[in-house]
């Protein structure tokens, strides 16, 4: 069978031809069954490779998961340590290979009200981004923007 796009080629070449519409006829019948048939092929393809796709997330999901479960039962384990030791009255211990030390809570700040901060506590972030449907309705109307043009996207397939 052939490549789809031999098929697409030869099916061009044949409308541009100066044959007769009459003479062409079967043949660009049977290569439109043939262009048809290779479609067909290729979104069997596609819906194959979607549902793997979506498998494959799924079980993404699932192991971000499972390795969040493993990072909070470590948490838990480190904080029933610390709690051990501080209850004990120990700073630090030796257990085997590892040498675990409690530290002293760092202190940090904690904001209650943002609203109510002096501006000097306060940090700006100002983004700017082009307001692309504005222009492009400046652009449509026939108006100059300067920086901006209007440019045509790749064909899009609807599938149904």
């Known amino acids: 069978m052939s490549k789809l796009y031999e098929i697409a080629d030869d099916y061009a070449r044949l409308l541009d031809s100066d044959l007769e519409p009459e003479m062409i006829a079967d043949t660009l019948e049977g290569i439109e069954g043939e262009l048809a048939d290779k479609v067909e092929q290729l979104l069997a393809i596609c819906k194959n490779e979607i549902g793997y796709s979506e498998r494959l997330r799924e079980e993404a999901k699932k192991l ?52 109510q901060l002096p501006t000097e506590f306060v940090e700006f972030d100002t983004i700017i981004k082009p307001d692309k449907l504005a222009i492009k309705h400046q652009l449509e109307a026939g108006n100059e923007v300067p920086g901006a043009v209007i440019k045509t996207g790749k064909p899009s397939l609807l599938i149904r």
Do not use: F, M, W
């Open 64 to 115: 971000q998961e499972r390795s969040a479960s493993i990072d909070n039962k470590v948490t838990s384990i480190k904080a029933y340590i610390a709690t051990a030791l501080e209850k004990a009255g120990k700073k630090s211990i030796r257990a085997g290979l590892h040498q675990v030390t409690v530290r002293t809570p760092s202190r940090c700040v904690e904001i209650t009200d943002a609203s």
